[in-house]
């Protein structure tokens, strides 16, 4: 009688034990925060046959091989979204058209952004369609055939042109100035011309 009345206690905890990890393994969070431990100095942004280069140097950002001038602020906005990815879930693991059409990751609704620290590889981030809202979107990470619905509004920050991400004259500028920063040079550098020219 003893031993039955030990088996069913120790029956009765274990079960009690099963039922707890259950109960606090269904309360976590899906939600992945996928971060990089570095910052990338090199960004790519390809849509519609077009590619869009932004490059970091001296700590300034700098648009295609010609090296332009580029808005620090909408290239750190660019940097934020590639280097901190919220997955809020799986929806798919299968390639097929059907299903990359379905989510917009079949070729040419696609925007496809890298992201590199000098030659190396840091990220890389197939971008479909939004989803219900445009704070989610369906991506692909880093060559996965996975597909993720990503929170934030990926894809409308990588919707870019180079003229948008360009450094744009503030209209205090010298006139001098000005007409430089459009030949490529920096604000320093048409401002020390414009310096030059009035001695």
């Known amino acids: 009688m003893k031993n039955r009345k030990t088996i069913l206690l120790t ?28 910052k990338p100095d090199v960004i790519l942004i390809e849509k519609e046959g077009k590619q869009i280069k932004l490059t970091m140097e001296g700590g300034l950002w700098y648009l295609g091989d010609d090296k332009k001038p580029a808005d620090d ?11 901190s990815i919220k997955v809020l879930a799986s929806v798919s693991h299968s390639s097929s058209d059907a299903e990359l059409n379905r989510y917009g990751l079949s070729d040419g609704q696609t925007i496809k952004v890298s992201a590199n620290k000098g030659e190396k590889p840091l990220r890389s981030i197939v971008i479909g369609k939004n989803a219900s809202s445009e704070s989610q979107t369906f991506i692909q990470l880093d060559g996965s055939s ?3 619905l990503a929170g934030g ?8 042109d180079e003229e948008s991400l360009k450094l744009k004259v503030q209209e205090n500028a010298p006139d001098g100035a000005s007409a430089d920063l459009s030949a490529g040079q920096t604000p320093a550098e048409a401002q020390s011309k414009e310096g030059a020219a009035n001695l």
């Open 146 to 148: 996975e597909t993720v």
């Open 153 to 160: 509004s990926i894809r409308s920050v990588f919707t870019v």
């Open 73 to 83: 602020n909408k290239a750190a906005e660019l940097v934020e979204a590639v280097t």
């Open 11 to 38: 029956a009765i905890g274990v079960l009690a034990a099963i039922y707890a990890l259950q109960t606090v393994l269904s309360s976590r969070s899906p939600v992945k925060l996928l971060k990089l431990k570095e």
